[in-house]
């Protein structure tokens, strides 16, 4: 017998062993998110799907389904938190949106729109960043990594190479690539690897090509990012 949990009044029906947000992306309904992709095992480090179920906070990407839950996820007061998280992943890093080839295509930048972020309420922190341009064939921009762990995930699980981790903790945590000199540039990283293709914003960027599909005509230009789903999926619509 199919389980069903209800998700903002709606019947979303579920097997055993799905989260939430599993159950929610089957059944066409969208609870925005950045770390999670299908593919890969879920961190819960974003936090932007967090829901309420039955009256508790919890991330729908990790939490399992469990028959009569009762979900909400567009509440104002949910959106208004996740509003704070997106403006906070603004301010921590620099994204430059208007000067970024992945405009249009950036999936932090979609969720923003949706959930309605028009300005960041905090200072800028401005970091100072390098940018690593030593692959021959991608640019690494650590300025707009938001750290979800996609490429790490993918770079391990899916391509068996381990090209990139995460060094630090809480506001010291960042990027960096497995390679005595971290250059990405000194790895075995190649352009038909999964971890080329993950990266939800501007910051595992080919090189060669810019500009190919021009602003506005981009896969979220198009539609939002609710009912086009991850830039992960749309490879072929960048090129
Ligand atoms: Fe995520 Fe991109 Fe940063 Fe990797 S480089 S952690 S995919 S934002
Ligand atoms: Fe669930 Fe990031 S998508 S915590």
């Keep these: 017998m199919i389980e069903h949990f209800s998700l903002d009044g709606k019947r979303i029906p579920f097997q055993p062993g799905q989260t939430i947000m599993d159950a929610a992306m089957q059944a066409g309904e969208y609870i925005p998110h950045l770390c999670h992709n299908p593919e890969f095992r879920p961190r819960g480090s974003c936090r932007l ?26 509440t104002p007061d949910i959106q208004a938190d996740r509003r704070s998280l997106l ?18 295509n950036c999936q932090l930048q979609a969720v923003a729109y949706y959930c309605g972020m028009l300005a960041p309420d905090f200072t ?33 699980d899916a391509d068996a190479k381990g090209v990139f981790g995460i060094s630090g903790r809480g506001i010291g945590a960042h990027l960096i690539v497995n390679a005595p000199s971290g250059k990405l540039g000194d790895t075995d990283f190649d352009p038909h690897d999964r971890a080329a293709q993950v990266c939800p914003v501007g910051a595992i960027l ?34």
């Design 206 to 239: 080919p090189k060669h090509k810019g500009y190919d599909v021009p602003i506005g005509r981009r896969i979220y230009d198009r539609k939002p990012v609710s009912l086009v789903g991850d830039v992960a999926d749309h490879q072929e619509d960048m090129s």
């Design 87 to 104: 403006q906070m992943l603004f301010v921590e890093g620099n994204h430059l949106c208007p000067a970024c080839e992945k405009s249009g």
């Design 124 to 156: 800028h922190l401005y970091p100072v960043r390098e940018l690593d341009g030593s692959h021959p064939d991608f640019v690494l921009d650590f300025n707009r990594c938001i750290l979800c762990e996609l490429c790490v995930r993918a770079s391990r």
């Design 49 to 74: 799907c967090v829901v309420r179920a039955n009256g508790r906070s919890v991330a729908a990407c990790t939490s399992p389904a469990r028959e009569g839950l009762e979900v909400e996820s567009d």
